[in-house]
């Protein structure tokens, strides 16, 4: 069921969370995606390109920044789009794996459309890894206003 407009404020965190990923997801994700570039397994070769170490697949990170907002709506077909720029990498140690945070915030109502445009801060560490990362998502139906 898609969030009502009523209670929501412009600012309002909606959803935050911490996502764990560490090699064994990066291969499920290799697998599931076909993408299997030696720099998302292979340590040696992601150095031999100047990175510090595997980085998670940029797909898989803009996935799990997304599912945020869709487990908060409760309906993944109410997210109706979606937008990001990739910023930095996110790097896998082999013994720790990493964290990614994810907050979203309220941007922007549109009471006419029922549409809520949300603002999502994405870092690993010290590092945002995602900028303009927005989702819009479609307001349930007796929310909107006539």
Known sequence: MSPSLSGLNVGQIVAATTIHVDRARLRDYAQASGDHNPIHQDEEFARSVGLPDVIAHGMWTMGAAVEVVSQWVGDPTAVVAYST???????????????????????????????????????????????RALAVVQAAQDSRTS
């Open 85 to 131: 720029r990739f910023t930095k990498p996110v790097v896998v140690s082999e013994q720790d794996g990493a964290e990614i945070r994810v907050q979203a915030v309220v941007k922007s109502i549109d009471e006419a459309t029922g549409r809520v445009t949300l603002d999502l801060a994405v870092s690993c560490g010290d590092d945002k890894v995602l900028g």
